[in-house]
C-alpha cells in the first residue's frame, strides 16, 4: 500500500486572514467602476435646469471630470497677468510692470550689442531716448534687448551689403577707365595724381575725400578722372598745365637759387642758351608746364 503525502494544514488564523482579503478585493469595486455605477444610477445632468449650462455638461462624462476641468481653469486664470482697468491703484500698476518685466526705472534697461560688435557714438546717443520711450510704454527690457539686437544685426547686414557693392562699382568702373585709356592709363593716372598733390585749399582736398551715394570716393570716381585729365590738358599749346606739390616745389626752388648762385642774373653766363634752358626747364616743373598725354603725335 503506497504511503500518502500529507499536507500541513494552514493555521487557522492564517487562513482566515487570506479569505476575508480576498473578499475585500472582490467586494470593493475600482474607483473607475465606481464612477460608472454612480452615473448610471443617478442621471446628474437632470438636475441642471440651465439649458447652457446643461450644454457645457454634455463634454463631461461625470461630475468628477467636470470638477477636474473646473481646477485647471482656475489655476490657469490665477496666473494670467490681468491688465489693470482704470480705477487700478499705483500699486497694482507697478505690479503689472513688473510682472512684464519692465524695469523700475529706465537705467535699469541694460541693453548689449549683438556678441562681437560694439556701440558706435551714433547708437549710444540713439539708445538713451530708444530707453525712456519703452519705458513710458512699458515695454519689457527683455524685449528692448531683442529689438536693438535684431535692428543692430539687420544694420550690419545691410552695410556689408552696401561695401559689396560699392566695392564692385568701383572695380567696374576703373576697368572701364582703364580699357577707355588703352597705352595712355599710366600718363593719365599720373596726371590726377599730380594735380590732386599740387592742390593747396584744404577744402578741396576734403572734398576729393568726400563720398558720394554708393560709388565711393569723389577722387576716385571715374567722371572726376576724367575731368582732372581734361583740365590738365591746353588744346592751343599742347602742354598739361601740372603744378608740383608742396616738397616738389621746395626743392626745384632750391635748385634754382643755386643755379642763380651759380650764375647771376645780368651776367654773361646767364644769358648762355644752356643756362637758360636749365631755368627754364626748373620753372616749367615748378609751375607745371609739361607735354601732354598724347601731344607726342598730334600735327605741329
Do not use: C
Not at 590726377?192 to 584744404?202: E, L, P, S
Not at 575725400?209 to 588744346?235: K, N, S
Amino acid at each position: 500500500m503506497d504511503e500518502e503525502e500529507i499536507v500541513a494544514a494552514p493555521p487557522e488564523e492564517e487562513a482566515s486572514g487570506e479569505i476575508e482579503e480576498i473578499a475585500k478585493e472582490e467586494a470593493a469595486p475600482s474607483q473607475e467602476a465606481f464612477e460608472e455605477s454612480y452615473n448610471e444610477a443617478i442621471d446628474w445632468r437632470s438636475t441642471i435646469t440651465d439649458e447652457k449650462l446643461h450644454a457645457q455638461s454634455e463634454r463631461f462624462a461625470s461630475p468628477q471630470e467636470m470638477l477636474k476641468a473646473i481646477n485647471k481653469l482656475q489655476g490657469d486664470v490665477s496666473s494670467r497677468i490681468k491688465t489693470p482697468g482704470e480705477d487700478a491703484s499705483d500699486e497694482d500698476i507697478e505690479k503689472f510692470r513688473a510682472a512684464l518685466g519692465v524695469p523700475e526705472t529706465v537705467e535699469g534697461y541694460e541693453v548689449k550689442p549683438p556678441e562681437g560688435t560694439e556701440f558706435t557714438e551714433v547708437d549710444e546717443l540713439l539708445l538713451e531716448p530708444l530707453k525712456n520711450i519703452a519705458f513710458e510704454r512699458g515695454i519689457s527690457a527683455d524685449a528692448l534687448q531683442g529689438l536693438v539686437q535684431e535692428f543692430m544685426t539687420f544694420q550690419s547686414a545691410l552695410q556689408e551689403d552696401a561695401l559689396q557693392q560699392l566695392d564692385d562699382f568701383q572695380k567696374q568702373s576703373l576697368n572701364d577707365l582703364h580699357t577707355e585709356w588703352g597705352s595712355e592709363r599710366e600718363k593719365n593716372t599720373n596726371i590726377v595724381t599730380q594735380m590732386v598733390a599740387g592742390f593747396t585749399d584744404d577744402s578741396l582736398k576734403d572734398l576729393m575725400e568726400a563720398t558720394v551715394e554708393g560709388q565711393g570716393r569723389l577722387g576716385d570716381h571715374p567722371a572726376m578722372m576724367r575731368f582732372l585729365v581734361q583740365i590738365g590738358r591746353t588744346t592751343q599749346e599742347g602742354e598739361v598745365l601740372i603744378g608740383a606739390s608742396p616738397t616738389q616745389r621746395a626743392d626745384i626752388q632750391t635748385q634754382i637759387t643755386e643755379l642763380e648762385g651759380k650764375y647771376p642774373i645780368g651776367t654773361e653766363a646767364y644769358a648762355t642758351p644752356a643756362v637758360q634752358a636749365q631755368f627754364t626747364a626748373l620753372y616749367d616743373r615748378l609751375h607745371g608746364k609739361t607735354p601732354i598725354v598724347g601731344a607726342e603725335g598730334r600735327a605741329a
